[in-house]
Protein backbone atom coordinates (compact mmCIF):
# COMPACT_ATOMS: atom_id res chain seq x y z
CA UNK A 1 0.00 0.00 0.00
CA UNK A 2 0.99 3.45 -0.71
CA UNK A 3 -0.68 6.21 0.86
CA UNK A 4 0.77 8.73 -1.86
CA UNK A 5 -0.44 6.73 -4.98
CA UNK A 6 -3.80 6.16 -3.08
CA UNK A 7 -4.32 9.84 -2.70
CA UNK A 8 -3.40 10.93 -6.44
CA UNK A 9 -5.55 8.10 -7.24
CA UNK A 10 -8.40 9.70 -5.38
CA UNK A 11 -7.62 13.27 -6.30
CA UNK A 12 -7.30 12.50 -10.19
CA UNK A 13 -10.86 10.34 -9.96
CA UNK A 14 -12.05 13.88 -9.00
CA UNK A 15 -10.67 16.06 -11.89
CA UNK A 16 -12.14 13.56 -14.23
CA UNK A 17 -9.45 13.34 -16.56
CA UNK A 18 -8.40 17.47 -16.64
CA UNK A 19 -4.96 16.19 -14.98
CA UNK A 20 -4.22 12.06 -15.38
CA UNK A 21 -2.81 9.98 -12.49
CA UNK A 22 0.84 10.57 -13.06
CA UNK A 23 0.62 13.86 -13.43
CA UNK A 24 -1.55 14.33 -10.35
CA UNK A 25 1.14 11.75 -8.32
CA UNK A 26 3.90 14.36 -9.52
CA UNK A 27 2.51 17.47 -8.31
CA UNK A 28 1.71 16.10 -4.65
CA UNK A 29 4.10 17.58 -1.75
CA UNK A 30 4.99 17.26 1.59
CA UNK A 31 3.47 20.68 3.67
CA UNK A 32 6.09 22.59 5.14
CA UNK A 33 4.61 22.32 8.59
CA UNK A 34 2.81 19.43 10.93
CA UNK A 35 0.07 21.32 11.46
CA UNK A 36 -1.28 21.81 7.30
CA UNK A 37 -1.30 17.68 7.09
CA UNK A 38 0.80 15.13 5.80
CA UNK A 39 0.12 15.84 2.25
CA UNK A 40 -0.72 18.26 -0.24
CA UNK A 41 -1.66 18.41 -3.56
CA UNK A 42 -1.31 22.57 -5.43
CA UNK A 43 -4.22 23.08 -7.89
CA UNK A 44 -2.55 26.14 -9.92
CA UNK A 45 -2.37 24.38 -12.44
CA UNK A 46 -5.67 23.74 -13.02
CA UNK A 47 -6.66 27.99 -12.99
CA UNK A 48 -6.88 28.29 -16.41
CA UNK A 49 -8.69 24.70 -17.57
CA UNK A 50 -10.99 25.00 -14.67
CA UNK A 51 -11.54 28.80 -15.27
CA UNK A 52 -11.56 29.36 -11.44
CA UNK A 53 -9.25 30.41 -8.74
CA UNK A 54 -7.23 27.96 -7.23
CA UNK A 55 -8.60 28.30 -3.88
CA UNK A 56 -11.95 27.69 -5.22
CA UNK A 57 -10.91 24.38 -6.95
CA UNK A 58 -9.35 23.20 -3.72
CA UNK A 59 -12.58 23.81 -2.03
CA UNK A 60 -14.61 21.87 -4.26
CA UNK A 61 -11.95 18.90 -4.45
CA UNK A 62 -10.97 18.51 -0.82
CA UNK A 63 -15.12 18.46 -0.40
CA UNK A 64 -15.64 15.04 -3.08
CA UNK A 65 -12.33 12.89 -1.01
CA UNK A 66 -13.67 10.34 1.54
CA UNK A 67 -11.43 7.10 2.58
CA UNK A 68 -10.78 4.67 5.23
CA UNK A 69 -7.05 6.24 4.88
CA UNK A 70 -7.84 9.71 5.26
CA UNK A 71 -8.89 11.02 8.82
CA UNK A 72 -9.65 14.91 6.80
CA UNK A 73 -9.12 16.50 3.76
CA UNK A 74 -9.16 20.49 3.76
CA UNK A 75 -8.49 23.44 1.73
CA UNK A 76 -5.82 25.65 2.36
CA UNK A 77 -6.01 28.48 0.21
CA UNK A 78 -4.76 26.93 -3.17
CA UNK A 79 -3.90 23.68 -1.60
CA UNK A 80 -5.80 20.86 -0.91
CA UNK A 81 -4.17 19.12 2.53
CA UNK A 82 -4.45 15.30 3.33
CA UNK A 83 -4.41 14.74 6.65
CA UNK A 84 -3.88 10.77 7.20
CA UNK A 85 -5.68 8.35 9.37
CA UNK A 86 -2.39 7.63 11.63
CA UNK A 87 -4.16 4.07 13.11
CA UNK A 88 -5.24 2.89 9.51
CA UNK A 89 -1.82 4.01 7.84
CA UNK A 90 0.44 3.37 10.28
CA UNK A 91 -1.10 -0.26 10.69
CA UNK A 92 -0.77 -1.04 6.89
CA UNK A 93 2.36 0.22 6.40
CA UNK A 94 3.81 -2.06 8.99
CA UNK A 95 2.51 -5.22 7.84
CA UNK A 96 3.58 -4.59 4.20
CA UNK A 97 7.18 -4.55 5.81
CA UNK A 98 6.73 -7.13 7.61
CA UNK A 99 5.34 -9.33 5.19
CA UNK A 100 7.97 -7.98 2.38
CA UNK A 101 10.95 -7.96 5.03
CA UNK A 102 14.19 -6.97 2.60
CA UNK A 103 11.62 -6.84 -0.39
CA UNK A 104 10.35 -3.74 0.79
CA UNK A 105 11.24 -0.57 -1.44
CA UNK A 106 11.59 -2.88 -4.57
CA UNK A 107 10.49 -2.34 -8.06
CA UNK A 108 10.04 -3.65 -11.11
CA UNK A 109 11.09 -0.93 -13.14
CA UNK A 110 13.80 -3.14 -15.19
CA UNK A 111 12.33 -6.01 -15.85
CA UNK A 112 15.07 -8.37 -15.39
CA UNK A 113 16.80 -6.57 -18.32
CA UNK A 114 20.54 -5.95 -18.11
CA UNK A 115 22.44 -2.62 -16.67
CA UNK A 116 26.17 -2.88 -17.47
CA UNK A 117 27.95 -0.72 -14.82
CA UNK A 118 31.54 -0.25 -15.54
CA UNK A 119 33.22 1.44 -12.56
CA UNK A 120 36.45 1.32 -9.98
CA UNK A 121 38.76 0.78 -12.82
CA UNK A 122 42.15 1.28 -11.24
CA UNK A 123 45.35 1.28 -13.18
CA UNK A 124 47.83 -1.59 -12.98
CA UNK A 125 51.21 -1.01 -11.08
CA UNK A 126 49.55 2.12 -9.60
CA UNK A 127 49.02 1.61 -5.52
CA UNK A 128 44.94 1.44 -4.97
CA UNK A 129 44.54 5.14 -3.54
CA UNK A 130 41.68 7.39 -1.85
CA UNK A 131 41.52 8.85 -5.07
CA UNK A 132 39.63 5.30 -6.43
CA UNK A 133 37.46 5.07 -3.74
CA UNK A 134 34.49 7.29 -5.25
CA UNK A 135 34.13 5.32 -8.50
CA UNK A 136 34.19 2.09 -6.61
CA UNK A 137 31.71 2.61 -3.67
CA UNK A 138 29.81 4.65 -6.05
CA UNK A 139 29.41 2.14 -8.62
CA UNK A 140 28.97 -0.73 -6.40
CA UNK A 141 25.89 1.38 -4.51
CA UNK A 142 24.69 1.73 -8.18
CA UNK A 143 24.70 -1.96 -8.87
CA UNK A 144 22.82 -2.52 -5.89
CA UNK A 145 20.34 0.06 -6.51
CA UNK A 146 19.54 -1.29 -10.35
CA UNK A 147 19.19 -4.73 -9.11
CA UNK A 148 16.71 -3.33 -6.18
CA UNK A 149 14.74 -1.86 -8.90
CA UNK A 150 14.17 -4.89 -11.24
CA UNK A 151 17.66 -4.37 -13.59
CA UNK A 152 20.11 -7.22 -13.69
CA UNK A 153 23.45 -5.39 -12.86
CA UNK A 154 26.69 -6.71 -14.84
CA UNK A 155 30.20 -5.18 -12.13
CA UNK A 156 32.73 -4.13 -14.89
CA UNK A 157 36.11 -3.48 -13.51
CA UNK A 158 37.32 -1.88 -16.59
CA UNK A 159 41.11 -2.08 -15.18
CA UNK A 160 43.67 0.71 -16.59
CA UNK A 161 46.40 -1.99 -18.14
CA UNK A 162 47.34 -0.37 -21.11
CA UNK A 163 48.82 2.84 -22.02
CA UNK A 164 51.70 5.10 -22.67
CA UNK A 165 52.27 4.51 -18.85
CA UNK A 166 53.50 1.03 -19.57
CA UNK A 167 56.18 2.34 -21.74
CA UNK A 168 57.18 5.02 -18.55
CA UNK A 169 57.16 2.30 -16.21
CA UNK A 170 59.38 -0.37 -18.07
CA UNK A 171 61.58 2.70 -18.93
CA UNK A 172 62.17 3.56 -14.86
CA UNK A 173 62.59 -0.37 -14.09
CA UNK A 174 64.74 -0.96 -16.66
CA UNK A 175 66.90 2.22 -15.75
CA UNK A 176 66.44 2.36 -11.64
CA UNK A 177 64.58 -1.36 -10.93
CA UNK A 178 65.84 -3.93 -9.00
CA UNK A 179 63.63 -7.40 -9.13
CA UNK A 180 64.28 -8.47 -5.50
CA UNK A 181 62.81 -4.84 -4.53
CA UNK A 182 59.64 -5.22 -6.41
CA UNK A 183 59.18 -8.55 -5.45
CA UNK A 184 59.61 -7.59 -1.84
CA UNK A 185 57.08 -4.57 -2.03
CA UNK A 186 55.75 -4.68 -5.97
CA UNK A 187 53.88 -1.86 -5.72
CA UNK A 188 55.42 0.77 -2.96
CA UNK A 189 58.41 0.22 -5.45
CA UNK A 190 56.46 0.06 -8.69
CA UNK A 191 55.27 3.86 -7.49
CA UNK A 192 58.22 4.89 -6.36
CA UNK A 193 59.34 4.33 -10.12
CA UNK A 194 56.48 6.13 -11.72
CA UNK A 195 57.12 9.04 -9.63
CA UNK A 196 60.86 9.10 -9.80
CA UNK A 197 60.33 8.95 -14.20
CA UNK A 198 58.41 12.18 -14.01
CA UNK A 199 60.50 14.02 -11.93
CA UNK A 200 63.53 13.04 -13.83
CA UNK A 201 61.75 13.59 -17.65
CA UNK A 202 61.45 17.59 -16.05
CA UNK A 203 65.29 17.94 -17.08
CA UNK A 204 65.30 14.98 -19.08
CA UNK A 205 62.41 15.09 -21.81
CA UNK A 206 64.15 12.24 -23.96
CA UNK A 207 62.79 9.78 -21.60
CA UNK A 208 59.48 10.43 -22.45
CA UNK A 209 60.28 9.60 -26.38
CA UNK A 210 61.98 6.53 -24.96
CA UNK A 211 58.57 5.69 -23.26
CA UNK A 212 56.96 5.98 -26.15
CA UNK A 213 58.97 3.54 -27.93
CA UNK A 214 59.06 0.83 -25.05
CA UNK A 215 54.69 1.37 -25.14
CA UNK A 216 55.00 0.55 -29.19
CA UNK A 217 57.12 -2.15 -28.38
CA UNK A 218 54.70 -3.26 -26.00
CA UNK A 219 51.75 -2.85 -28.86
CA UNK A 220 53.86 -4.72 -31.21
CA UNK A 221 54.16 -7.95 -28.74
CA UNK A 222 58.15 -7.51 -28.16
CA UNK A 223 58.51 -10.77 -25.73
CA UNK A 224 60.33 -8.37 -23.24
CA UNK A 225 57.95 -5.86 -22.67
CA UNK A 226 54.87 -8.25 -22.67
CA UNK A 227 57.13 -9.78 -20.42
CA UNK A 228 57.29 -7.17 -17.96
CA UNK A 229 54.07 -5.94 -18.41
CA UNK A 230 52.17 -9.49 -17.46
CA UNK A 231 54.50 -9.36 -14.13
CA UNK A 232 53.12 -5.65 -13.25
CA UNK A 233 49.55 -6.67 -13.85
CA UNK A 234 49.83 -10.27 -11.96
CA UNK A 235 50.94 -8.09 -8.65
CA UNK A 236 48.84 -5.48 -9.07
CA UNK A 237 45.50 -7.76 -9.13
CA UNK A 238 46.85 -9.35 -5.72
CA UNK A 239 46.52 -6.26 -4.32
CA UNK A 240 43.44 -4.82 -5.62
CA UNK A 241 41.76 -8.13 -5.27
CA UNK A 242 42.70 -7.75 -0.75
CA UNK A 243 41.40 -4.40 -0.86
CA UNK A 244 37.98 -4.91 -3.13
CA UNK A 245 37.76 -8.00 -0.16
CA UNK A 246 37.83 -5.47 2.36
CA UNK A 247 35.16 -3.44 0.79
CA UNK A 248 33.32 -6.33 -0.24
CA UNK A 249 33.15 -5.15 -3.29
CA UNK A 250 33.11 -7.78 -6.53
CA UNK A 251 32.95 -7.99 -10.38
CA UNK A 252 31.64 -9.97 -12.82
CA UNK A 253 34.39 -9.23 -15.38
CA UNK A 254 37.99 -8.09 -15.20
CA UNK A 255 37.98 -7.07 -18.34
CA UNK A 256 40.53 -4.06 -18.86
CA UNK A 257 41.91 -2.56 -21.73
CA UNK A 258 44.24 -4.97 -22.68
CA UNK A 259 41.30 -7.26 -23.63
CA UNK A 260 40.59 -4.78 -26.74
CA UNK A 261 43.56 -4.78 -27.99
CA UNK A 262 42.34 -7.89 -30.79
CA UNK A 263 39.47 -6.17 -31.25
CA UNK A 264 40.12 -2.64 -32.48
CA UNK A 265 40.94 -3.28 -35.97
CA UNK A 266 37.10 -4.43 -36.38
CA UNK A 267 35.86 -1.26 -34.94
CA UNK A 268 38.56 0.80 -37.31
CA UNK A 269 37.23 -1.18 -40.41
CA UNK A 270 33.88 -0.66 -39.70
CA UNK A 271 34.07 3.40 -38.78
CA UNK A 272 35.86 3.23 -42.20
CA UNK A 273 32.93 1.49 -44.08
CA UNK A 274 30.59 3.86 -42.34
CA UNK A 275 33.39 6.83 -44.09
CA UNK A 276 33.09 8.28 -40.51
CA UNK A 277 37.02 8.71 -40.53
CA UNK A 278 39.09 11.67 -41.88
CA UNK A 279 42.60 12.82 -41.36
CA UNK A 280 43.87 15.35 -39.15
CA UNK A 281 47.81 16.41 -38.23
CA UNK A 282 48.33 13.04 -39.52
CA UNK A 283 45.90 10.89 -36.98
CA UNK A 284 42.60 9.30 -37.83
CA UNK A 285 39.57 11.32 -36.46
CA UNK A 286 35.73 11.36 -36.10
CA UNK A 287 34.65 14.46 -36.78
CA UNK A 288 31.86 16.23 -34.76
CA UNK A 289 32.32 19.60 -35.61
CA UNK A 290 28.70 19.48 -36.24
CA UNK A 291 27.58 18.84 -33.10
CA UNK A 292 30.65 21.83 -31.44
CA UNK A 293 32.67 19.31 -30.13
CA UNK A 294 36.14 18.37 -30.72
CA UNK A 295 36.91 15.35 -33.07
CA UNK A 296 37.55 12.19 -31.59
CA UNK A 297 41.04 10.59 -31.87
CA UNK A 298 40.56 7.13 -33.10
CA UNK A 299 44.69 6.37 -34.29
CA UNK A 300 47.84 8.53 -33.47
CA UNK A 301 49.63 9.40 -36.44
CA UNK A 302 52.36 6.83 -35.38
CA UNK A 303 49.72 3.76 -35.55
CA UNK A 304 48.69 3.92 -31.88
CA UNK A 305 45.56 3.50 -30.90
CA UNK A 306 43.98 5.45 -28.15
CA UNK A 307 41.21 5.71 -25.06
CA UNK A 308 38.64 6.66 -27.42
CA UNK A 309 39.07 4.01 -29.69
CA UNK A 310 39.01 1.38 -27.01
CA UNK A 311 36.13 2.66 -25.03
CA UNK A 312 34.07 2.20 -28.87
CA UNK A 313 35.46 -1.27 -28.79
CA UNK A 314 34.39 -2.29 -25.23
CA UNK A 315 30.72 -1.03 -25.75
CA UNK A 316 30.19 -3.21 -28.93
CA UNK A 317 31.50 -5.75 -26.87
CA UNK A 318 29.49 -5.24 -23.91
CA UNK A 319 26.23 -4.84 -26.46
CA UNK A 320 27.24 -8.44 -28.27
CA UNK A 321 28.28 -9.94 -25.07
CA UNK A 322 25.13 -8.97 -22.65
CA UNK A 323 22.49 -6.98 -24.67
CA UNK A 324 22.34 -4.50 -22.23
CA UNK A 325 19.42 -1.99 -21.69
CA UNK A 326 21.67 0.34 -20.18
CA UNK A 327 25.49 1.15 -19.79
CA UNK A 328 26.48 3.22 -16.84
CA UNK A 329 29.97 4.49 -16.46
CA UNK A 330 30.93 6.06 -13.04
CA UNK A 331 33.96 8.15 -13.78
CA UNK A 332 35.05 11.23 -12.74
CA UNK A 333 33.62 14.53 -14.05
CA UNK A 334 36.63 15.45 -15.79
CA UNK A 335 36.26 12.43 -18.59
CA UNK A 336 32.86 14.40 -19.57
CA UNK A 337 34.06 15.71 -22.61
CA UNK A 338 35.22 12.24 -23.58
CA UNK A 339 32.30 10.08 -22.88
CA UNK A 340 29.86 12.52 -24.74
CA UNK A 341 32.24 12.26 -28.09
CA UNK A 342 32.33 8.37 -27.20
CA UNK A 343 28.24 8.13 -27.33
CA UNK A 344 28.39 10.09 -30.28
CA UNK A 345 30.25 7.94 -32.49
CA UNK A 346 28.45 5.01 -31.77
CA UNK A 347 25.45 7.07 -32.29
CA UNK A 348 27.10 7.70 -35.84
CA UNK A 349 27.94 4.15 -36.74
CA UNK A 350 24.05 3.26 -36.25
CA UNK A 351 23.64 1.67 -33.22
CA UNK A 352 20.69 2.72 -31.19
CA UNK A 353 21.54 1.50 -28.47
CA UNK A 354 23.91 4.30 -27.92
CA UNK A 355 21.59 6.44 -26.67
CA UNK A 356 21.08 3.92 -23.12
CA UNK A 357 24.59 4.90 -22.41
CA UNK A 358 25.02 7.07 -19.00
CA UNK A 359 27.96 8.60 -17.78
CA UNK A 360 27.79 9.14 -14.09
CA UNK A 361 30.22 12.11 -13.21
CA UNK A 362 31.31 12.63 -9.77
CA UNK A 363 34.14 15.56 -8.28
CA UNK A 364 36.95 14.51 -6.28
CA UNK A 365 38.62 13.50 -3.15
CA UNK A 366 41.17 16.36 -2.15
CA UNK A 367 43.77 16.66 0.26
CA UNK A 368 44.59 19.81 1.76
CA UNK A 369 42.14 21.49 -0.77
CA UNK A 370 44.12 19.92 -4.08
CA UNK A 371 42.91 16.96 -6.20
CA UNK A 372 46.05 13.60 -4.88
CA UNK A 373 48.12 12.61 -8.03
CA UNK A 374 49.46 9.50 -8.48
CA UNK A 375 52.39 11.46 -10.72
CA UNK A 376 53.16 13.65 -7.78
CA UNK A 377 53.21 10.93 -5.41
CA UNK A 378 50.87 12.92 -3.16
CA UNK A 379 48.20 10.05 -2.92
CA UNK A 380 46.60 8.66 0.34
CA UNK A 381 46.50 4.89 0.66
CA UNK A 382 42.97 3.43 0.72
CA UNK A 383 44.61 0.76 2.76
CA UNK A 384 46.51 2.71 5.40
CA UNK A 385 43.11 4.37 5.90
CA UNK A 386 40.76 1.12 5.66
CA UNK A 387 43.07 -0.68 8.69
CA UNK A 388 43.45 2.80 10.26
CA UNK A 389 39.48 3.00 10.45
CA UNK A 390 39.29 -0.76 11.13
CA UNK A 391 42.06 0.19 14.40
CA UNK A 392 39.69 3.22 15.82
CA UNK A 393 36.46 1.76 15.30
CA UNK A 394 37.80 -1.40 17.36
CA UNK A 395 39.04 1.11 19.90
CA UNK A 396 35.93 3.02 20.41
CA UNK A 397 34.14 -0.73 20.95
CA UNK A 398 36.50 -1.61 23.21
CA UNK A 399 35.67 1.75 25.38
CA UNK A 400 31.52 1.32 25.23
CA UNK A 401 31.41 -2.40 24.64
CA UNK A 402 33.92 -4.70 25.77
CA UNK A 403 32.14 -7.78 26.26
CA UNK A 404 30.81 -7.57 22.81
CA UNK A 405 31.76 -10.83 20.87
CA UNK A 406 32.81 -10.67 17.50
CA UNK A 407 34.81 -7.46 18.35
CA UNK A 408 37.44 -7.39 15.17
CA UNK A 409 34.30 -8.62 12.64
CA UNK A 410 32.33 -5.70 14.16
CA UNK A 411 35.17 -3.32 13.80
CA UNK A 412 35.95 -4.09 10.39
CA UNK A 413 31.63 -3.80 9.58
CA UNK A 414 32.38 -0.20 11.24
CA UNK A 415 35.55 1.11 10.30
CA UNK A 416 34.81 0.43 6.36
CA UNK A 417 30.97 1.26 6.73
CA UNK A 418 32.26 4.77 8.33
CA UNK A 419 34.40 5.44 4.75
CA UNK A 420 32.21 4.17 2.26
CA UNK A 421 28.99 6.29 4.00
CA UNK A 422 31.37 9.24 4.33
CA UNK A 423 31.98 9.59 0.43
CA UNK A 424 28.17 8.74 -0.19
CA UNK A 425 26.17 10.61 2.21
CA UNK A 426 27.70 13.64 -0.17
CA UNK A 427 26.03 14.47 -3.97
CA UNK A 428 28.42 12.65 -5.98
CA UNK A 429 29.26 15.82 -7.98
CA UNK A 430 30.62 17.40 -5.03
CA UNK A 431 34.40 17.39 -4.19
CA UNK A 432 34.87 15.57 -1.23
CA UNK A 433 37.89 16.75 1.75
CA UNK A 434 39.64 13.68 3.03
CA UNK A 435 39.30 13.55 6.63
CA UNK A 436 40.07 10.48 9.01
CA UNK A 437 38.39 12.26 11.62
CA UNK A 438 35.52 13.40 9.57
CA UNK A 439 34.61 9.78 8.30
CA UNK A 440 35.13 8.13 12.05
CA UNK A 441 32.77 9.98 13.61
CA UNK A 442 30.39 7.91 15.81
CA UNK A 443 28.16 10.73 16.09
CA UNK A 444 26.13 13.37 14.14
CA UNK A 445 25.33 12.14 10.03
CA UNK A 446 27.83 9.29 9.98
CA UNK A 447 27.60 5.56 9.08
CA UNK A 448 28.79 4.76 12.56
CA UNK A 449 25.36 6.51 13.97
CA UNK A 450 23.37 5.04 11.19
CA UNK A 451 24.69 1.64 11.97
CA UNK A 452 24.64 2.07 15.92
CA UNK A 453 20.71 2.87 15.42
CA UNK A 454 19.83 -0.15 13.92
CA UNK A 455 22.28 -2.23 16.82
CA UNK A 456 19.80 0.01 19.57
CA UNK A 457 16.50 -1.37 17.52
CA UNK A 458 18.13 -5.15 17.42
CA UNK A 459 18.88 -4.98 20.97
CA UNK A 460 15.01 -4.15 21.83
CA UNK A 461 13.83 -6.62 20.09
CA UNK A 462 16.41 -9.20 21.65
CA UNK A 463 14.18 -8.60 24.80
CA UNK A 464 10.57 -8.66 23.57
CA UNK A 465 9.80 -11.27 20.91
CA UNK A 466 7.19 -10.38 18.27
CA UNK A 467 3.71 -12.14 19.25
CA UNK A 468 1.95 -13.74 16.31
CA UNK A 469 -1.19 -11.53 17.27
CA UNK A 470 -2.93 -9.00 14.60
CA UNK A 471 -0.64 -5.89 14.14
CA UNK A 472 -2.72 -2.92 15.69
CA UNK A 473 -2.01 0.93 14.94
CA UNK A 474 -0.82 3.45 16.24
CA UNK A 475 -1.62 7.24 16.37
CA UNK A 476 0.94 9.07 19.17
CA UNK A 477 2.81 11.54 17.18
CA UNK A 478 6.44 10.20 17.63
CA UNK A 479 5.56 7.16 16.20
CA UNK A 480 3.55 8.55 13.44
CA UNK A 481 6.66 10.79 12.85
CA UNK A 482 8.65 7.32 11.80
CA UNK A 483 5.85 5.51 10.08
CA UNK A 484 5.09 8.63 7.56
CA UNK A 485 9.38 7.92 7.03
CA UNK A 486 9.19 4.11 6.66
CA UNK A 487 6.30 5.07 3.92
CA UNK A 488 8.80 7.05 1.57
CA UNK A 489 11.52 3.99 1.33
CA UNK A 490 9.89 3.07 -1.74
CA UNK A 491 9.97 6.18 -3.17
CA UNK A 492 13.16 7.11 -1.80
CA UNK A 493 14.48 4.00 -3.87
CA UNK A 494 13.10 4.72 -7.39
CA UNK A 495 14.53 8.36 -7.18
CA UNK A 496 17.93 7.49 -6.16
CA UNK A 497 17.58 4.97 -9.08
CA UNK A 498 16.63 7.39 -11.31
CA UNK A 499 19.18 10.40 -10.30
CA UNK A 500 21.81 7.50 -10.05
CA UNK A 501 22.37 9.49 -6.68
CA UNK A 502 23.44 6.95 -3.89
CA UNK A 503 23.46 10.38 -1.62
CA UNK A 504 19.50 10.43 -1.67
CA UNK A 505 19.27 6.54 0.43
CA UNK A 506 21.94 7.67 2.58
CA UNK A 507 20.50 11.25 3.41
CA UNK A 508 17.14 9.43 4.14
CA UNK A 509 18.38 6.56 6.70
CA UNK A 510 20.11 9.34 8.18
CA UNK A 511 16.63 11.18 9.20
CA UNK A 512 15.27 7.77 9.50
CA UNK A 513 17.74 7.34 12.51
CA UNK A 514 17.14 10.41 14.10
CA UNK A 515 13.62 10.00 14.09
CA UNK A 516 13.62 6.84 15.55
CA UNK A 517 16.07 8.17 18.31
CA UNK A 518 13.56 10.43 18.52
CA UNK A 519 10.78 7.95 19.08
CA UNK A 520 13.06 5.73 21.42
CA UNK A 521 14.14 8.73 23.72
CA UNK A 522 10.20 9.50 24.18
CA UNK A 523 8.66 5.96 24.26
CA UNK A 524 8.45 3.05 26.60
CA UNK A 525 8.60 0.68 23.47
CA UNK A 526 8.55 -2.39 26.17
CA UNK A 527 5.87 -0.76 28.29
CA UNK A 528 3.05 -3.49 28.59
CA UNK A 529 0.11 -2.20 27.31
CA UNK A 530 -2.31 -2.81 24.11
CA UNK A 531 -0.20 -1.43 21.97
CA UNK A 532 3.23 -3.01 22.68
CA UNK A 533 3.01 -5.32 19.73
CA UNK A 534 2.27 -2.75 17.71
CA UNK A 535 5.25 -0.81 19.05
CA UNK A 536 7.96 -3.70 18.83
CA UNK A 537 6.59 -4.25 14.93
CA UNK A 538 7.40 -0.88 14.39
CA UNK A 539 10.58 -1.29 16.10
CA UNK A 540 11.31 -4.41 13.94
CA UNK A 541 10.15 -2.71 10.90
CA UNK A 542 12.67 -0.04 11.37
CA UNK A 543 15.24 -2.68 11.81
CA UNK A 544 14.39 -3.85 7.83
CA UNK A 545 14.88 -0.55 6.86
CA UNK A 546 17.68 0.30 8.09
CA UNK A 547 19.46 -2.69 6.85
CA UNK A 548 18.25 -2.69 3.53
CA UNK A 549 19.40 0.99 3.28
CA UNK A 550 22.84 0.49 4.35
CA UNK A 551 22.95 -2.77 2.31
CA UNK A 552 22.00 -0.63 -0.69
CA UNK A 553 24.82 1.21 -0.29
CA UNK A 554 27.23 -1.28 0.40
CA UNK A 555 27.54 -0.95 4.17
CA UNK A 556 27.10 -3.79 6.84
CA UNK A 557 24.51 -3.29 9.55
CA UNK A 558 25.65 -5.14 12.91
CA UNK A 559 23.00 -6.30 15.28
CA UNK A 560 25.58 -5.08 18.51
CA UNK A 561 28.12 -2.92 18.74
Not at 367 to 386: H, W
Not at 407 to 415: D, F, H, L, N, S
Request: charged residues 25%; aromatic residues 10%; contains cysteine.
Amino acid sequence: MNVIKTYAKEISNQLKGALTYEEVLKLIEKPKFQEQGDLAFPCFTLAKQYRKAPAVIAQEISAAIQGPLFQKIVAEGPYVNCFLNKQEVSKHVIQTILTKGSQYGSHNLGEGGTVTIDFSSPNIAKPFSMGHLRSTVIGNALANIVEKCGYQPVRINHLGDWGTQFGKLIVAYKLWGNEKAVQAKPITELLQLYVRFHSEAETKPALEDEARLWFKKLEDGDEEALSLWRWFRKESLKEFSRIYSLLDVDFDSYNGEAFYNDKMDATIERLNNKKLLSESDGAEVVDLSKENLPPCLIKKSDGATLYATRDVTAAIYRQDSYHFKKAIYVVGHEQSLHFKQIFLVLEKMGYEWANNMVHVPFGFILKDGKKMSTRKGKIVLLEEVIQEAIRLAKENIEQKNPSLENKEEIAQMVGVGAIIFHDLKNERLNNIEFSLEEMLKFEGTTGPYVQYTHARACSILRKAALSSTPIAGLSDSHSWAVVKLLTEFPAIIKRSMQLYEPSVIAKYIIELAQEFNKYYSHVKVLHEDDEMNARIALVRSVTIVLKEGLRLLGVKAPEEM
